[in-house]
């Protein structure tokens, strides 16, 4: 059975930081995507990040480029996303997922997804 469970989410002031992970199992690490979205209070889930674990190329998208950083350990089947300089608008629920399917756009059709980590950001 894929789980993949999220945590290090929590409350912060601007300007602060923040690790969250996401501890994968259940399926062959390496060989997947894994990617970061979030979902604000009334605002549709918007892609945040991703990685493929077997190469170790990222992505991110405009907004969060320079803040965040994605990275695997694939030792401990582990998916982090370091956010730093967090702002108030970067206030969401913040999931992983999980695709063993590769495309063009890293952050589209993931089939497995966590249950989110609360980040909020304080102004």
């Known amino acids: 059975e894929v789980q993949l469970v999220e945590s290090g989410g929590g409350l912060v002031q601007a300007g602060g930081s923040l690790r969250l992970s996401c501890a994968a199992s259940?399926?062959?690490?390496?060989?997947?995507?894994i990617g970061w979205f979030r979902q604000a209070p009334g605002k549709e889930r918007e892609g945040v990040s991703c990685?493929?674990?077997?190469?170790?190329?990222?992505y991110y998208v405009d907004s969060v480029k320079g803040r965040f950083t994605i990275s695997s350990d694939n030792a401990k089947n582990t998916v982090y996303l370091q956010m730093n300089s967090l702002q108030p608008e970067d206030t969401a629920v913040y999931y992983c997922?999980?695709?063993?399917?590769?495309?063009?756009?890293?952050?589209?059709?993931?089939?497995?997804w966590g249950q989110g980590t609360q980040v909020t950001v304080s102004s």
């Open positions: 259940g399926f062959a690490f390496d060989d997947y995507r």
């Open positions: 997922a999980a695709d063993p399917n590769y495309y063009s756009d890293c952050l589209d059709r993931y089939d497995y």
């Open positions: 990685i493929s674990s077997s190469d170790g190329s990222t």
